[in-house]
């Protein structure tokens, strides 16, 4: 067999391992069903609807911008329709790519093993899966970061000349597109900076600096220029962020920190960024595992370390970078405003530390088939033990009803354990191993049906319900008729009339009962979403109001579908029961 035949048979065995777990990931996603929260999403689902039917308006807040969590939206429902189905391809087709190029980037740095653990790592996590179900910016803006840092890994050092010019203008190109997304996008300057600096010192790389400088500067330019011409505000985007932060009326997000006190900056600054990461299974394993990537960056030498290969230096500098921007960036151009504590904002790290913990593992793994200084991968591994079991032990106190943490931690101990067993000299030793990591490949491989199951993954059930209320229900509706519901659902209910409700229709927030004005002929209805009541309860502390947990004796229960009643209320002062409960 000759060498070229061998390289193509490991090629196609590398692809169907790729293909796979790809498969696998997406077959999660279509089976979870999309995790619709009528917030953030339902903002760039209008905005994708409206661009259909030529209606769109650009507006300055930050949602009507981010172009790049909207337009390929957009672009699936004029190709297939509008459906809760093509509507899930928005944030799915971006995880996939991410995916993709994790492997393909661990491939390259530590082998197959690395490749197929940060694969692993990255499309079973169940903080990863929950983002890939909805529509948002952040999963778009992550990948475009992730694809970014990829492209100047691989192409960075491949020589001067006009190739290297070309390929430099695509970083400006990928990064303009970021730039389109969101803003966040910029968390890679300081990365990116450095790396600039370190090239021009020892004379290297200068086209591939220069073809990515001006194209970004090209393409800023004309961003710019556009809003310019079309607004006549070239700052048009940063001055409707300075307008969402600064102004009064914002004052009361909880993500803004204007006239805190500093305490209330150094918890932001020091414990709640731990508590957010440890309080994630997802978040926090990954870390864990990128802490000796992180150590050895320090005590390495130029190129490479005593344990890890070459690549892992780049990979770990930029995903702390990120990390770092997270945790001491702000928000605001006019003050200092630390960017909030919410798990979406860390998924820009979610590809680069998967990466590094594929990595650490795939190494650990290939140890004792490669020339390395024995006594240090036991200590590491050893040391990566005992933080993996302290982290388990934390995790099954806070979360603990949750079994796909579980899992989660029971897959990576096995992972690790098994990298501490087979550099062992013992008849048994192999064998346990390989046990150990099938073990850890079937638990995450389930971890989706866990989370599922435990409601920590997607909304569908109560989604398929409003969906299938709204048809089977508000669709025969022949009278005028007044729907009175919470917030939310007042948001998500036209999303399953394609954003035209019957015009004999028309929806109020509960707490605006008193723009209703009570009228002959009008029916009034009450639309109850207990979950929605108590994710607003959850995420917010919105008290749930008396009507949800005992709803008036005069309401008539007319339809139902778990979680959601729909009552009929009394023609005589029909918003008695709202104006009973007190604003939370």
């Known amino acids: 067999m000759t060498l070229h035949s061998t390289d193509n048979r490991s090629s196609l065995k590398n692809l169907a391992i790729l293909l796979a777990i790809l498969g696998l990931h997406a077959f999660w996603l279509l089976f979870s069903g999309l995790n619709f929260e009528a917030s953030d999403d339902m903002a760039y689902i209008k905005n994708a609807i409206d661009l259909t039917r030529g209606s769109f308006t650009?507006?300055?807040?930050?949602?009507?911008?981010?172009?790049?969590?909207?337009?390929?939206?957009?672009?699936?429902?004029?190709?297939?329709?509008?459906?809760?189905?093509?509507?899930?391809?928005?944030?799915?087709?971006?995880?996939?790519?991410?995916?993709?190029?994790?492997?393909?980037?661990?491939?390259?740095?530590?082998?197959?093993?690395?490749?197929?653990?940060?694969?692993?790592?990255?499309?079973?996590?169940?903080?990863?899966?929950?983002?890939?179900?909805?529509?948002?910016?952040?999963?778009?803006?992550?990948?475009?970061?992730?694809?970014?840092?990829?492209?100047?890994?691989?192409?960075?050092?491949?020589?001067?000349?006009?190739?290297?010019?070309?390929?430099g203008a695509v970083v400006g190109i990928l990064f303009s597109l970021g730039v389109l997304t969101k803003l966040s996008v910029t968390w890679m300057l300081p990365f990116g900076i450095a790396l600039l600096w370190h090239d021009l010192r020892h004379g290297r790389n200068r086209a591939f600096w220069l073809g990515s400088f001006i194209s970004g500067t090209l393409l800023g330019g004309m961003y710019l220029l556009v809003y310019k011409v079309i607004t006549g505000d070239a700052l048009y985007v940063m001055h409707g962020m300075q307008n969402m932060y600064d102004t009064n009326r914002h004052i009361g997000l909880p993500s803004v920190f204007k006239d805190k006190s500093l305490s209330q900056y150094m918890d932001r600054l020091t414990w709640e960024p731990v508590w957010l990461i440890a309080k994630r299974s997802g978040l926090a394993i990954l870390l864990v595992l990128s802490l000796p990537a992180l150590i050895s960056l320090r005590c390495a030498g130029p190129g490479t370390s005593a344990l890890f290969p070459p690549g892992t230096r780049f990979w770990t500098a930029y995903g702390f970078s990120v990390l770092g921007m997270f945790w001491f960036g702000t928000t605001s151009f006019s003050y200092y405003n630390p960017i909030g504590i919410s798990a979406n904002y860390l998924l820009p790290t979610m590809g680069p530390l998967s990466l590094l913990a594929g990595v650490v593992l795939g190494r650990l793994h290939q140890a004792i088939d490669v020339t390395l200084d024995q006594t240090l991968i036991r200590r590491t591994g050893f040391v990566l033990l005992l933080l993996l079991l302290g982290l388990a032990l934390f995790q099954a106190q806070i979360n603990w009803y949750k079994k796909e943490s579980l899992a989660a931690m029971m897959a990576v101990l096995l992972l690790t354990g098994a990298t501490m067993i087979r550099p062992l000299r013992l008849p048994a030793a192999a064998l346990l191993a390989r046990g150990a990591v099938t073990v850890a490949l079937l638990l995450f491989a389930i971890l989706p049906q866990l989370a599922l199951r435990n409601g920590e993954l997607s909304g569908e059930p109560m989604n398929r319900s409003e969906r299938d209320l709204a048809q089977s229900f508000l669709s025969k509706i022949d009278r005028p008729t007044v729907i009175v519901t919470d917030r939310r659902s007042n948001k998500s209910i036209p999303y399953h009339f394609a954003l035209t409700l019957p015009s004999n229709i028309k929806l109020i927030s509960y707490k605006n009962y008193a723009e209703i004005t009570p009228e002959p002929g009008t029916r009034y209805l009450a639309w109850i979403n207990r979950d929605r009541f108590r994710t607003m309860n959850m995420n917010y502390g919105n008290a749930i109001p008396v009507f949800v947990k005992e709803p008036p004796s005069s309401w008539k229960l007319i339809a139902q579908q778990d979680p959601i009643r729909i009552y009929e209320l009394p023609e005589q002062d029909p918003m008695s029961a709202f104006r009973r409960t007190p604003t939370p």
Do not use: C
């Open 58 to 167: 650009l507006t300055p807040h930050p949602f009507s911008n981010r172009f790049g969590a909207f337009v390929p939206l957009a672009l699936y429902y004029k190709l297939f329709g509008i459906s809760p189905t093509t509507t899930l391809l928005a944030p799915m087709i971006p995880s996939l790519i991410l995916v993709a190029t994790v492997f393909l980037v661990a491939r390259r740095i530590g082998g197959i093993h690395a490749a197929i653990w940060s694969a692993v790592l990255l499309a079973f996590n169940t903080n990863q899966l929950f983002f890939a179900l909805t529509v948002d910016d952040d999963i778009v803006v992550s990948t475009i970061m992730t694809v970014t840092a990829a492209w100047i890994f691989f192409q960075r050092n491949q020589g001067e000349g006009s190739a290297a010019f070309a390929r």
